[in-house]
């Protein structure tokens, strides 16, 4: 009986030391495997975030309109003043700012259910938008990190003073979007 008790005795040393050594050679895949994955470069890397935001508008029904950064102009021709309504050919600004960390790519611009298309011009057409920054008119459409800039559309329908319109930008990434009265300004 002696015999048969040592020899069980090896069993879980042995079934011991083989667990161990399973534990080790997959530890040490799954570092080598892991080790490519997240290179020092890529935890460095911060994360690209597209962040962009409608500050503020102005649809009034002013000669008058005000940009992101305060200025007023009043140069737009077509504009109907006191009509009790924005008219086909009246001008909204809308501000926007890119508040992440990459450039944004404005993809569209719809307004009150209507696309509007980018136009370099500094008046554009009805059914057309430009955008204002810091500068002068842009001749495309990327707001880099932080900028700030006034998306201006020409519209091509009628609005009463009162009602909602609903702005939408697209990115290449996303969109927003936001409810804007017309007759009033904000921000």
Same mark, same amino acid.
Request: hydrophobic share 40%; net charge negative; proline share 2%.
């Given at each position: 009986?002696?015999?048969?008790?040592?020899?069980?005795?090896?069993?879980?040393?042995?079934?011991?030391?083989?667990?161990?050594?399973?534990?080790?050679?997959?530890?040490?895949?799954?570092?080598?495997?892991?080790?490519?994955?997240?290179?020092?470069?890529?935890?460095?890397?911060?994360? !690209?975030?597209?962040?962009?935001?409608?500050?503020?508008?102005?649809?009034?029904?002013?000669?008058?309109?005000?940009?992101?950064?305060?200025?007023?102009?009043?140069?737009?021709?077509?504009?109907?003043?006191?009509?009790?309504?924005?008219?086909?050919?009246?001008?909204?600004?809308?501000?926007?700012?890119?508040?992440?960390?990459?450039?944004?790519?404005?993809?569209?611009?719809?307004? !009150?259910?209507?696309?509007?298309?980018?136009?370099?011009?500094?008046?554009?057409?009805?059914?057309?938008?430009?955008?204002?920054?810091?500068?002068?008119?842009?001749?495309?459409?990327?707001?880099?990190?932080?900028?700030?800039?006034?998306?201006?559309?020409?519209?091509?329908?009628?609005?009463?003073?009162?009602?909602?319109?609903?702005?939408?930008?697209?990115?290449?990434?996303?969109?927003?979007?936001?409810?804007?009265?017309?007759?009033?300004?904000?921000?």
């Amino acid at each position: 009986m002696n015999h048969t008790t040592s020899r069980r005795a090896v069993a879980p040393v042995i079934a011991t030391i083989l667990l161990v050594a399973i534990a080790v050679v997959g530890g040490t895949l799954v570092f080598t495997f892991s080790s490519g994955v997240f290179n020092e470069q890529q935890l460095n890397t911060p994360a !690209a975030i597209e962040s962009l935001i409608i500050t503020g508008y102005d649809a009034r029904d002013t000669a008058a309109r005000l940009f992101h950064n305060g200025t007023s102009v009043s140069s737009f021709s077509g504009i109907t003043p006191g009509a009790g309504l924005l008219a086909v050919n009246d001008i909204v600004n809308v501000h926007i700012q890119n508040a992440g960390t990459n450039p944004i790519d404005i993809v569209t611009v719809t307004f !009150a259910g209507t696309e509007y298309t980018f136009s370099e011009s500094a008046k554009a057409d009805s059914g057309e938008y430009s955008i204002a920054d810091n500068t002068g008119y842009a001749s495309n459409q990327v707001l880099e990190a932080g900028e700030e800039a006034t998306v201006i559309f020409n519209m091509t329908d009628q609005i009463k003073i009162g009602r909602n319109g609903l702005m939408q930008i697209t990115t290449g990434n996303g969109e927003v979007s936001e409810k804007i009265q017309i007759g009033r300004e904000l921000g």
